[in-house]
């Protein structure tokens, strides 16, 4: 495959912001020379919605605050284009700030700054998974093959010549990446990175007869509850025609439950949940699994510009991701924005 300037690795929050900064910052690079690629057969990761019948629930990201300037700027512009809401000031109790939903289910965000990017001339390539990331003579290598629905393997193809690589998957999974390429990072690097862990968390999506009796906005957040320590009705929320209800379990809860087989992860959480909701009944259920929520601690720097060992470097590596900087979709935005910062300044 053709040579390439920049490759973004992850479609979700942070990897769309990066490719947004390369091509609309003051030091702007040729869109054409920018270029994202993505697992999934959709874009925004951790960004996630999804259609149980006529349902539609957020089972990962359910709303975002903020706190800095940068992402109140963008953020803004989100409003007044009509793809973010403010959703409420508080869950249960009411504190003033501002929690943000997006219109149609949080998908739609990276939908729409993918669709932005791919109007700038960005391409935007999904279903397709990077294996390998090797340093080459004139700059970085990269295996990919085509995915499709079910995670299997299609046609493979690699990407040569790259001469920035900006790499948003979950810490874990980047370093398998490089390993699978034989890529050494400097002993300072790889420990930093390898010392990056991520809670992990059981959703339970639940379609429901009739609205569940959760207090205003439909929502509950309990973050010392043993069990699920968020629970929102999707249909109160404003993006759902019929009742629908995301639980996502406690990290300590999830990561107990892990092991266990779906029949059995339902055994364990069904009880809880059916209470919670309760006159109306479950009338369809589904089990997701995040093995990678949030970093468990992130590392406090934005982006991290990796230096391989034992090998000429072939151009910049920056990973970035939430687990940079600050955690959430707040962390993944300024990350994004770092990482292609970063590029632009090496
Ligand atoms: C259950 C849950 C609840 C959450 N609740 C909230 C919340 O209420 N508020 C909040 O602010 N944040 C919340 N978060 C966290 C928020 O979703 C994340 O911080 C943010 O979405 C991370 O964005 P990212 O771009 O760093 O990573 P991701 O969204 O994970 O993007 C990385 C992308 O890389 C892709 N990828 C991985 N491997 C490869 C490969 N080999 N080849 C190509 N592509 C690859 C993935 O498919 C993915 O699209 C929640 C997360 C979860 C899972």
């Given at each position: 495959m053709a040579s390439l300037g920049v490759l973004i690795i992850g479609a979700g929050l942070s990897g769309l912001t990066a490719a947004n900064r390369l091509v609309r910052?003051?030091?702007?690079?040729?869109?054409?020379?920018v270029a994202v690629i993505e697992r999934g057969l959709t874009v925004g990761g951790r960004l996630a919605t999804k259609r149980i019948g006529r349902a539609t629930l957020d089972h990962g990201a359910q709303f975002f605050t903020v706190r800095s300037d940068e992402f109140r700027r963008e953020v803004d512009e989100w409003l007044a284009a009509g793809v973010v809401e403010e959703w409420c000031r508080g869950f249960g109790e009411v504190d003033g700030y501002p929690r943000y939903r997006v219109a149609g289910g949080m998908n739609e965000l990276a939908r729409y700054l993918a669709s932005d990017l791919a109007g700038a001339g960005v391409d935007v390539a999904t279903g397709r998974r990077v294996t390998a990331i090797r340093p080459g003579d004139q700059g970085w290598r990269i295996d990919d093959e085509e995915a499709d629905r079910d995670g299997r393997a299609g046609r493979q193809q690699t990407i040569t010549d790259v001469s920035a690589l900006v790499v948003t998957p979950p810490v874990p999974l980047a370093l398998e990446l490089l390993e699978a390429g034989g890529t050494l990072l400097t002993p300072d690097c790889s420990s930093t990175l390898d010392g990056l862990a991520y809670h992990r968390v059981i959703a339970l999506l639940a379609v429901l007869d009739r609205p569940p009796d959760l207090p205003a906005p439909g929502a509950l957040q309990r973050p010392d509850d043993p069990t699920f320590t968020f629970v929102a009705d999707n249909q109160a929320k404003g993006i759902s025609p019929v009742p629908a209800v995301t639980f996502h379990t406690a990290h300590a809860r999830s990561a107990d439950l892990w092991p266990a087989d779906d029949d059995e992860i339902v055994e364990a959480l069904l009880p809880t949940a059916r209470q919670m909701v309760a006159p109306a009944e479950i009338v369809e259920l589904q089990i997701e699994r995040w093995r990678y929520t949030g970093p468990v601690r992130s590392h406090p720097d934005p982006c991290l510009v990796a230096t391989v060992a034992g090998v000429p470097q072939p151009g910049p590596l920056v990973f970035a991701g939430d687990?940079?900087?600050?955690?959430?979709l707040e962390g993944a935005y300024l990350s994004g924005l770092a990482a292609g910062a970063a590029v632009t300044a090496s």
């Open positions: 910052g003051l030091d702007g690079v040729d869109p054409a020379q687990g940079f900087g600050g955690s959430k």
